[in-house]
């Protein structure tokens, strides 16, 4: 579905992330561990359009994406999640919502699926999204994302500034849309969590990808345990 | 007393949308439109000659509207991309020289080729009285189809799908471009819309008074300041600060002088700016 090979991008100070190379395929859960400040967020920002790579190639779907504005690549099926979230905060919890399937009109069945996902929002319909909770803003932007009915769903550190239940309440709602074969790339620093959802993984480390595999082979990697899992 | 009142606020309802096309374009793009009084000015002059030509007044308010949205168009495809290229700062300092050069040129080939020209349009029948006052007929159309368009520029922007788009470009540009939301095309929209609302404001304001040749500056201006008050990117702010700003304007020139209300509005927005930076209604960044 999604394939990057050798990409290499980075701000004006310099390159950041230095001809990394991975796939998702279809129906999988990919996750992308690494530190902070190891290039997670701008490979993302690369893939989704929001940042111009200096070198390297981005297919989705066989068609390559590089170059293309980031609101073209969102309405061919790839919806990014930011860490910041990027909500439209004075607007209501249904005006963001339904934004999310622009330029169509929000139709009735995916209303109801991310109701039946975050009954919260259900009850917060008519707030303005600046005014909720984390949590809450952070359930709105996965929401937001599935209104356009993603062929893949990207996640840059969805769990960022959330309790750790309410973390835990977010992958639940991730496991469930994995359930119903929604592909999913996921960057993370709270591992554990990451890798009960995914099938495989990629560690990014200084902007190059230093280890792959499953995540049952990533959980078993000394370093991973470590440097990520906490087991000495 | 109400006299004053009353003609304050049919003023200021224009004041409140020609900030409007103002705070638009600013909220949208970051890009402060100097040339905005000269886009009412070409808008009025299209009138004043096509009617001349022959055509009927609503065809030649028709053509005035449509010359209005045409220049905005033009600006968007000529004189915006470069602006739109810089960031921050950087862009909207660019657009202060830039539409202030245009601004200069329509305003200089205006003064030279006609130089003493202005529109006038008159709306026949007797005054008509409101609370006691007599109110021109000019005065009121001018006010109802100000409100009008009022009402229906925050229809568009809360009931249809694009208005809610442009919205969501003045709270959050990436948000917008994460949802599949072109913010260029967006603000092309937005400038030929503010082209249109400057034909507006120059077609409503020549019922109440001549729109001349040289009143793109001060419309622009008057709109600046209303802008200010009302806080930039504010669409009710413009209209609130524009109804305030519109009765203090007329009471200041009816009891001191008009050589004084613009430097009494002026004054009136560095108030506004000492005790609220973000203006009435605007957004503490």
Known sequence: MLEVRGLTAGYTGGDVVHGISFKVETGEAVMIIGSNGAGKTTVFRAVVGLLAPSAGEVLFEGASIVGMPAHRIARLGISFVPAERRLFPRMTVQENLSLGAYPDSPDSETIELVMDLFPRLAERRRQRAGTMSGGEQQMLAVGRALMARPRLLVLDEPTTGLAPKLAKEAYQALDVLRGRGLTVLVAEQQVPMAMALSDRGYVLENGAISKQGTSAELANVPDVKRAYLGIV | ?285
């Open chain 2, 1 to 285: 007393m109400t006299a004053n009142i009353l003609d304050g606020i049919v003023l200021g309802l224009q004041f409140g949308l020609l900030a409007t096309g103002l705070t638009l374009v600013y909220g949208l793009g970051g890009v402060l439109n100097l040339a905005y009084g000269q886009m009412a000015v070409v808008s009025a002059m299209v009138v004043l000659f096509t009617m001349e030509a022959g055509v009927p007044t609503l065809g030649a308010v028709g053509l005035g509207l449509l010359a209005g949205g045409l220049f905005g168009l033009l600006l968007d495809l000529t004189v915006l991309p470069s602006i739109y290229r810089r960031q921050g700062e950087a862009r909207v300092l660019l657009s202060l020289l830039v539409t202030l050069g245009l601004a200069f040129i329509v305003d200089g080939f205006f003064n030279w080729r006609f130089p003493l020209r202005g529109l006038s349009l008159r709306i026949g029948g007797g005054p008509i009285p409101i609370f006691g006052v007599p109110m021109r007929r000019g005065s009121l159309v001018a006010s109802a189809i100000t409100l009008a368009a009022m009402g229906g520029l925050l229809w568009f922007f809360r009931a249809t799908i694009t208005g809610r788009a442009i919205r969501s470009v003045m709270e959050d540009d990436e948000g917008a471009r994460l949802v599949g939301i072109d913010p260029r095309r967006m603000l092309r929209l937005i400038l030929i819309v503010t082209g249109v609302l400057a034909g507006l404001v120059a077609v409503t304001r020549s019922m109440v008074a001549p729109v001349t040749v040289r009143a793109g500056f001060e419309m622009t201006v008057s709109a600046l300041i209303v802008t200010v008050v009302g806080g930039l990117g504010s669409v009710s702010g413009a209209l609130v600060a524009g109804i305030i700003l519109g009765i203090i304007n007329i009471i200041a020139a009816s009891y001191i002088g008009t050589f004084l209300s613009l430097i009494i509005l002026l004054g009136a927005a560095a108030v506004t700016i000492l005790i609220r930076p973000s203006g009435l209604l605007g957004v503490r960044e």
